[in-house]
């Protein structure tokens, strides 16, 4: 490690009216050094790396790059200066191709004057080899599913060939594999001399592929450890400012049949799945990046409409053709795609909450705010929101606290039954503990809970039982005593190759 | 022809009254077999080119001679109305007769007319400076008609107001000038606002409420044209002021008439489009047979007040016979 | 500068958007300077009659804008309002002068802007189709259809009867201007105090999110425009009320100005955001100039350059009222 | 049915949008359709001299549209594309009657719309004001300055000269067709082989995404009502050219008409997409309907009528082309 780091933090500060995001924030990463930064949510990481990709301006402090001072003024400024980054939430144009999203700012061109697109589909294909061959830089970025549309953020990223790559949550979509590939092209720029700052939720990650992180807790620095040094419960810790209790799986699950689901098909991808649901079962759907699971819970929260196929609830046969019949029938949905089908930006967390139970809070017609206030409060307390401003419009809050609204969302509606897709994506491990814990509640509480992750370990720890989905359809069913990581994964991976290339199908383009 | 001079309707030289047609011109000649005519005008959505139309079809069927009369979907659509008026260029009438929506918005029409060589008579209001023919009436005396009145019926002068129609629309602009210049020289009299109308009768009693308010001493308005006096008129009685203040309109649709009858309208100036129609037609026809008119044929117009609304409002031969009277005595 | 650097300026605001927001105090100064400026310029320009005048003459504008306001919250805009009102107008006044009672014909006309509005809506939401130009066909064929229906004349001599419930005034103000305030009152409970109002927040904030967390999309955003085809019929009855005749070209431009009204008033064209009281604000402001510069006897052509000059001037000391709010 | 499932269905075109898009494709049909209507109810409709009519006729408001489109894309609105035509109109007229030789002439017209774009521009990037609003105060605005220096006339007795420049024909073809074809094809280039347009579909789409490339956002915002403006002024060119004169009124309702060809061609209001194919097809349907409609000798409240209609019809049909497609 040199003397001078390649990147310095000094006496960060940076001031949101009514919230101090960050306060006097240092520390250092070498050149050629992989630094995890870790936090709970709205600790301020993003904060952070938003500052050091020239998106805000610090408050107070100053960023030095190879111990000299550099004013990273906007994103032109801070790319100039070799900062590349990868954003939290998806930074892309839909309607632009894959590699016309990668070089968006600064393309590459033909005499000044035409874009090159050829030399830029060229390029864009060389950066994403590494991570998915599969993408096609000419398609339209719209097309793409949400976990190939993070890889193509993550390769242009690389394509600046930049001094400092920072990574907020790169792997929010992407299922291990796709993690380990990324993972080898970390090393490979290590080995370049870059020097990487990665934040995930994912600790385990953190602990593979980074020597040191660096601790957040409320806008201050906790710490700065070396990851050989330190344990896993030791660094959560540091996170949460308090130890977290192992919890252990506990089953609520009932033998009352609560949904059942009989031979539903899409007209796109699901093909044929039948399940049963219980009163108080926490049912885990696990399966590769395009196996169906979102859109077998579209079907089910009644976004999408079935092409065939039965459901009924405790018995009598439902029809959801839209997610008010969903709904009115208790089923809610915790999409996967937050900012998108999730929230109401400029509204407030109460709102946000409220939306899915107005007839609830407005029994006669007109708004109770004082109960919905109430309700409100309760609510965001149980699922443990920060910073408790229920009045502050919800973009203004960290992803994972996002979230934590739109879960509050069904539990104000009073929803049965409750399908979570990738519950903890982008969530820290303090509230991901919380909210399995909650979905724990929700079963014990007589709920009926589906779990689509792509997180094996989360499913592990939830599930009472786990359907493992391919192509559309459900591949096996696996009871608790039976889960295991090797036993999903031996089910979710299609048979041969050629069934691969037709599951992966939409994504190969041409 | 290229050297003819910019046409000013109003003073061009080379004119003659609607009245000497048959004793210039004689009876009406006979038309080649097949003549049709076209005419196109600036809208329908206001009476007085309705009644234009009418009068077209009135004398084309008199004469058995099919008139096609189309008009802009609205006021100020100007390159629609060049379309239309293309159109009829191409499907071969022997003559048009066209009321542009500005002076500018038709030129081209008179060029490729002239190379179909089919005679265009420029048929009131906006003047197209090309124009060889022109039938209508002189828009400005509009103005001093009513500016005439004042000064005889108020002799003791006082503050008169004016409501124009759209900003920079030709007979809006004539139209205000003569009145604001005829009275202002009589000396008695103060205009105390000139405000934009639209043509719109809301927007004219909105502004005429806000001149009352300010001046309730005024003793009359001057409207571009009837709609807006119309609106002017609801907005004199809302203020109980419909004993002091004359309000005067421009066209002399029927609403004007009916209004001017019930003792609300003080009175219109009637340009008689029915009867400028009739004339159009007929000068327009003279010219297929290969007459040679005079320039401008100038048509009638009258102040209507309720003492002489009966006259002017009977069927059209009677108006015809009355104006014809008015035409003899110099009137 | 860009919209970013914009949002983190614009964020102290947030917390107070469900009060009294700084936005429409923005508006509210805004309003307050246009006042004042013409009130040292128009001797006689606070006159009590003259300011009663204000809101008379505002009372219409402030009427289609209430409506505009809730659609432009859904995310669409309505550029039909006036062909509504003009068709509603004139079949209104038919029945009226063919002898059918108040009630019936009143009804009649709230009906054809039910109707219109519905149109708008099925065709923006079953249909999928843009808003824009939508309400800019259903602009040309309502308009077309008041025209054939009345053959283009105006319908006259509406019974005395019917205009005097529109021309009346109740302590001291015009019944219209009380109509439209009690309109402007229930709009601002349905915003602030119903589902509805909640709904329409979330399908212009977040139509897709809206969609997954139960709300009738389809539903409200036809509702929001029903409701702005029954204001346009409203203000169709007023208008008709006080002018005694029915016209078939009335209403014509109406939408710009209900559109400023609710821009001023800090209506987002991107739908999610608008506010009641910054659309009356700015109806008032709009109507105020009209008067203002009325009064000073302004010529036509710089009356134009004026209204052109005022828009983008509120729009700015509102930007700047805000950036320091 | 809403908005959500048309998402859904709609994807599997999403590859083919950067070739000849579906969407052009529907438009195409609808105006085929159209043409297959008029051809068998007028006689002589396809007649050489027709066509060649209605390219002319639609080669005005092609010009203003494909500014329009722009904008659109960019994510904003022009409404002062009319007033902006009379301003650039005027001046380059009266330049030209006081004897300025014809380049300056028009290079100060075409200043003139470059200088009306970039106010426009600076107001909504820089102030950050809402589009809609800031072109409805500079349409009152810039028509007042037209109306105020010509004191409201027509400037008439254009040298000759200079309307043979735009009058002419080259290879059949009326030179403001080819004039508006090579600006549409310099259009094409630019949305689809430069950075620019690139920049102009990322505004539009996600701004934010944008800011965070580097994408210049201001810069490309006021570039896309410069190009609007300096179209404006082409088209008054143009048009005072054929007309002879130039009037302070000239352009009246263009940006409806302009806003029309652009959307039926498959811009979205809310930003990010659009198609210069789409509009110049737009604008050609417009120009037919138009045409067709005059031939048939409909009366004109029908027009009327049958033009809303049409607008919708030809969003319906693109509608139901798209959702085959
Ligand atoms: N633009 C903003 N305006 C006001 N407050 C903000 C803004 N951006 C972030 N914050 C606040 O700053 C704090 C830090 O947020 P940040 O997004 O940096 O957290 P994070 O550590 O990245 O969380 P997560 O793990 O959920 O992504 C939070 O309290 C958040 O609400
Ligand atoms: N935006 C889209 N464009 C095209 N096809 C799509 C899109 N979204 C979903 N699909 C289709 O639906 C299939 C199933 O997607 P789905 O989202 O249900 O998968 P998933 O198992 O939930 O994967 P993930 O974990 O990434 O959400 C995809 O393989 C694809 O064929
Ligand atoms: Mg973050
Ligand atoms: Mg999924």
């Not at chain 1, 016309?100 to 060229?122: C, D, K, S």
């Not at chain 2, 080649?32 to 309705?50: C, F, I, M, Q």
Request: charged content about 20%; proline content about 4%.
């Amino acid at each position: 490690m040199s003397v001078i780091s390649r990147l310095q933090f000094k006496g960060i500060s940076k001031v949101f009216p009514a919230v101090r995001a960050l306060s006097d924030v240092s520390f250092s990463v070498g050149a050629g050094e992989i630094h995890g930064l870790l936090g709970e949510n709205g600790a301020g990481k993003s904060t952070l790396l938003r500052i050091l990709s020239g998106v805000y301006r610090p408050t107070a402090g100053s960023v030095l790059i190879d111990g000299r001072p550099v004013m990273l003024n906007n994103p032109v400024a801070a790319r100039a200066a070799g900062v590349a980054m990868i954003h939290q939430e998806l930074q892309q144009v839909p309607r632009l191709s894959v590699a016309q999203n990668m070089f968006l700012g600064h393309p590459l061109t033909r005499g000044g004057i035409f874009v090159a697109r050829r030399e830029q589909e060229r390029r864009a294909a060389e950066a994403l080899a590494a991570l998915d061959p599969t993408i096609d830089p000419a398609a339209p970025l719209g097309s793409l599913k949400v976990a190939q549309r993070q890889i193509v953020e993550i390769a242009r990223a690389l394509l600046d060939r930049a001094r400092i790559v920072a990574m907020d949550e790169p792997t929010s979509s992407l299922t291990p594999s796709e993690f380990k590939r990324l993972a080898e092209v970390i090393a490979r720029l290590a080995r370049d001399g870059v020097a990487v700052v990665y934040v995930s939720h994912k600790l385990d990650e953190v602990f593979g592929i980074c020597q040191r992180a660096t601790i957040m807790r409320d806008g201050v620095v906790v710490g700065s450890v070396d990851l050989a040094q330190v344990s896993e419960k030791a660094v959560v810790s540091m996170m949460v400012g308090r130890e977290l209790a192992q919890e252990q799986h506990r089953s609520h699950a009932s033998s009352e049949v609560r949904l059942s689901v009989r031979c539903l098909a899409s007209a796109t991808k699901v093909r044929d799945v039948s399940f049963d649901l219980h009163r108080g079962e926490v049912l885990g759907i696990a399966g590769l990046v395009g196996s169906g699971r979102t859109e077998l819970l579209r079907l089910l929260a009644g976004a999408d409409r079935a092409s065939s196929g039965t459901v009924e609830i405790d018995g009598k046969a439902v029809k959801l053709s839209n997610p008010r019949d969903a709904i009115a029938a208790g089923i809610g949905l915790v999409p996967e795609e937050r900012k998108r089908e999730g929230i109401v930006p400029l509204r407030s967390i109460s709102n946000n909450m409220a939306l899915a139970s107005m007839g609830v809070f407005a029994p006669r017609g007109v708004i109770d705010h004082t109960r919905l206030k109430r309700v409100a409060a309760e609510k965001m307390k149980r699922v443990n929101l920060r910073p408790f401003l229920l009045d502050r419009p919800i973009r203004l809050f960290s992803g994972g606290n996002q979230q934590k609204a739109i879960i509050g969302r069904w539990l104000a509606a009073g929803t049965r039954i409750l399908l979570f897709d990738e519950p903890t994506r982008g969530i820290d491990v303090g509230a991901k503990a919380e909210i399995y814990h909650l979905i724990e509640e929700l079963a014990a509480e007589g709920n009926s809970v589906v779990v689509v992750s792509s997180e094996l370990p989360e499913v592990i720890r939830l599930a009472d039982r786990v359907l493992v989905m391919r192509d559309g359809t459900v591949a096996a069913e696996l009871d608790r005593a039976d889960l295991n990581e090797q036993a999903i994964a031996a089910h979710a991976i299609p048979q041969s190759e050629t069934q691969a290339g037709k599951a992966q199908g939409h994504r190969a383009g041409a | 022809s290229a050297d003819l001079a910019p046409l000013n309707s109003d003073t061009e030289k080379d004119r003659i009254d609607w009245s000497q047609l048959e004793a210039k011109f004689g009876a009406f000649p006979k038309l080649p077999d097949g003549t049709k005519a076209g005419a196109v005008s600036k809208t329908l959505t206001n009476e007085y080119w309705r009644s234009l139309g009418e009068g077209y079809k009135s004398f084309g069927d008199r004469v058995a001679v099919p008139v096609v009369y189309q008009a802009a979907q609205s006021e100020g659509d100007q390159l629609g109305q060049l379309t239309i008026a293309e159109g009829l260029v191409t499907q071969g009438y022997n003559v048009l007769l066209v009321s542009p929506q500005t002076d500018s918005n038709l030129q081209p029409i008179m060029e490729q007319a002239k190379a179909a060589n089919v005679p265009v008579v420029n048929v009131n209001d906006a003047v197209i400076p090309q124009a060889e023919h022109y039938v209508g009436n002189v828009q400005r005396d509009n103005g001093v008609r009513v500016a005439k009145w004042f000064i005889k019926n108020r002799p003791d002068g006082g503050k008169v107001a004016i409501v124009e129609g759209q900003a920079g629309v030709y007979a809006a602009v004539q139209r205000t000038d003569g009145f604001k210049t005829t009275i202002t020289e009589a000396g008695k009299f103060e205009v105390v606002a000139s405000v934009p109308g639209n043509w719109d009768r809301q927007t004219s009693y909105d502004a005429a409420t806000n001149i009352l308010q300010q001046h309730p001493d005024l003793i009359g308005f001057y409207a571009n044209n009837d709609g807006m006096a119309l609106g002017i008129v609801e907005a004199v009685k809302a203020a109980g002021l419909q004993d002091k203040v004359a309000v005067f309109g421009t066209d002399g649709i029927s609403d004007a008439y009916a209004s001017i009858r019930a003792g609300e309208l003080t009175g219109t100036v009637d340009s008689f489009p029915v009867l400028t129609g009739e004339v159009a037609l007929e000068s327009a026809l003279r010219l297929v047979a290969g007459q040679k008119l005079p320039r401008v044929v100038a048509t009638p117009q009258a102040l209507i007040t309720k003492d002489n609304a009966d006259r002017y409002s009977g069927a059209g031969d009677a108006v015809r016979k009355a104006l014809l009277e008015d035409a003899a005595t110099g009137n | 500068m860009t919209d970013i650097t914009e949002h983190t300026a614009a964020r102290p605001r947030a917390e107070f958007l469900h009060r009294f927001s700084v936005r429409d105090a923005g508006t509210l100064i805004g309003l307050v300077v246009i006042l004042a400026v013409f009130g040292v310029l128009v001797p006689g320009f606070f006159a009590e009659r003259n300011l009663i005048n204000i809101l008379q003459q505002s009372s219409i504008n402030a009427c289609l804008a209430l409506g505009m306001t809730l659609v432009i919250i859904s995310g669409g805009i309505d550029l039909s309002v006036g062909p509504t009102a003009a068709l509603s107008a004139v079949i209104s006044a038919s029945m009226l002068v063919a002898g059918v009672p108040f009630p019936l014909a009143i009804a009649a006309g709230f009906a054809i802007g039910l109707v219109c509005g519905l149109l708008n809506g099925v065709l923006v939401a079953y249909v999928g189709l843009q808003p824009f130009i939508v309400t800019l066909g259903t602009l040309s064929t309502y308009r077309a259809l008041a025209l054939i229906y009345t053959g283009g004349n105006p319908v006259l001599g509406l019974p005395a009867g019917f205009r005097a419930i529109f021309n009346g005034s109740l302590f001291g103000l015009p019944l219209a201007v009380i109509i439209v305030a009690v309109v402007a009152l229930i709009a601002w409970i349905i915003l602030k105090k119903t589902p509805f109002g909640e709904y329409l927040l979330a399908v212009g904030g977040n139509e897709e999110a809206a969609y997954i967390a139960g709300v009738p999309i389809a539903r409200t955003k036809i509702a929001a425009y029903m409701i702005s085809g029954l204001l346009a019929a409203l203000a169709a009855q007023i208008l008709i009320g006080r002018l005694g005749a029915a016209e078939p070209i009335l209403g014509n431009l109406w939408e710009l100005d209900a559109i400023a009204a609710a821009a001023i008033g800090g209506a987002s064209l991107m739908g999610g955001k608008g506010s009641v009281v910054g659309t009356i604000l700015g109806a008032v402001i709009l109507g105020t100039m009209r008067n203002g510069l009325t009064l000073m006897n302004v010529q036509s052509f710089y009356q134009l350059l004026a209204t052109g000059l005022i828009i983008l001037a509120a729009m700015l000391i509102d930007r700047v009222t805000r950036g320091r709010g």
